[in-house]
């Protein structure tokens, strides 16, 4: 969790989470249903690409998922 992701958390209630190349917003919705009992307002999906100093790997998939303003996800620490 990065200090943005966190910010992001604590004012406007997003939550982003690390997916599957393959999923799209209907598949990830229905997971964050089904794992945290929540219902997503809004679903954002970020293919991504890390550049290291001397080398590419591979790229990921992350979505950024708003919730109401009376839901919340808790992780466990």
């Known amino acids: 969790m990065t200090e943005k992701t966190y910010r992001q958390q604590e004012v406007a209630?997003?939550?982003?989470f690390k997916v599957h190349n393959d999923a799209n917003?209907?598949?990830i919705s229905a997971?964050?249903?089904y794992i945290y009992?929540?219902?997503p307002l809004?679903?954002?999906?970020v293919n991504t690409v890390f550049k290291g100093r001397k080398l590419v790997r591979r790229a990921f998939k992350k979505a950024v998922i708003t919730?109401?303003?009376d839901?919340?996800?808790e992780f466990a620490a």
């Open 67 to 69: 919730l109401g303003k």
């Open 31 to 33: 997971a964050i249903q």
């Open 25 to 27: 917003k209907n598949d």
């Open 37 to 39: 009992k929540v219902t």
């Open 13 to 16: 209630n997003k939550y982003v």
């Open 71 to 73: 839901q919340k996800i």
């Open 42 to 45: 809004k679903v954002n999906v």
